[in-house]
């Protein structure tokens, strides 16, 4: 395990203060679907075709794509960790720390090789391993009742 200390905060950015908070949250999005925090920050919504169900390609967009385009400051097509950090600060700041706790040990989770970076195909694998877990009933969609328990179940893993 390689928790980052969480609480320890950089430098503020102003800048970046709404939208990656938002991101930040889809960037971890198990707990994304999750967090109560998430209507008041507005992330991109993964029901990308608002039919009220979000599918794989939708869940696996949100958190890679849109990820990416809002976190990869030097554009070089993968998160690194630093990159990564600010988002987890914001999530610190906004959502407390043991989400911020709980978002690094993803990045570490998702990190196949372990190099301190996620690829695009990394973040798509990290995904498609929650959307798996998540959809209940295997019909390759989550509905309403399966985001609600996804929700639940990140809140219990927040707490411990
Ligand atoms: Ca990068
Ligand atoms: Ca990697
Ligand atoms: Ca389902």
Same mark, same amino acid.
């Given at each position: 395990?390689?928790? =980052?200390?969480?609480?320890?905060?950089?430098?503020?950015?102003?800048?970046?203060?709404?939208?990656?908070?938002?991101?930040?949250?889809?960037?971890?999005?198990?707990?994304?679907?999750?967090?109560?925090?998430?209507?008041?920050?507005?992330?991109?919504?993964?029901?990308?075709?608002?039919?009220?169900?979000?599918?794989?390609?939708?869940?696996?967009?949100?958190?890679?794509?849109?990820?990416?385009?809002?976190?990869?400051?030097?554009?070089?097509?993968? =998160?690194?960790?630093?990159?990564?950090?600010?988002?987890?600060?914001? =999530?610190?700041?906004?959502?407390?720390?043991?989400?911020?706790?709980?978002?690094?040990?993803?990045?570490?989770?998702?990190?196949?090789?372990?190099?301190?970076?996620?690829?695009?195909?990394? =973040?798509?694998?990290?995904?498609?391993?929650?959307?798996?877990?998540?959809?209940?009933?295997?019909?390759?969609?989550?509905?309403?009742?399966?985001?609600?328990?996804?929700?639940?179940?990140?809140?219990?893993?927040?707490?411990?």
């Amino acid at each position: 395990m390689t928790y =980052m200390k969480p609480g320890k905060q950089i430098s503020p950015v102003p800048l970046l203060r709404v939208r990656p908070a938002c991101l930040a949250i889809v960037a971890v999005m198990g707990c994304a679907l999750a967090l109560p925090a998430r209507a008041q920050f507005g992330p991109p919504n993964p029901d990308g075709n608002g039919d009220g169900k979000v599918t794989l390609a939708e869940f696996k967009a949100v958190s890679s794509t849109e990820v990416l385009r809002r976190l990869d400051s030097n554009k070089d097509g993968m =998160m690194s960790r630093a990159e990564y950090q600010v988002a987890v600060d914001l =999530m610190s700041r906004f959502a407390g720390a043991s989400v911020a706790k709980r978002a690094v040990s993803r990045f570490a989770d998702d990190d196949s090789n372990q190099d301190g970076l996620l690829t695009r195909s990394e =973040m798509e694998a990290g995904a498609q391993r929650r959307f798996i877990r998540a959809d209940a009933n295997g019909d390759g969609a989550l509905d309403k009742a399966e985001l609600k328990s996804t929700r639940q179940a990140a809140r219990q893993d927040t707490r411990g």
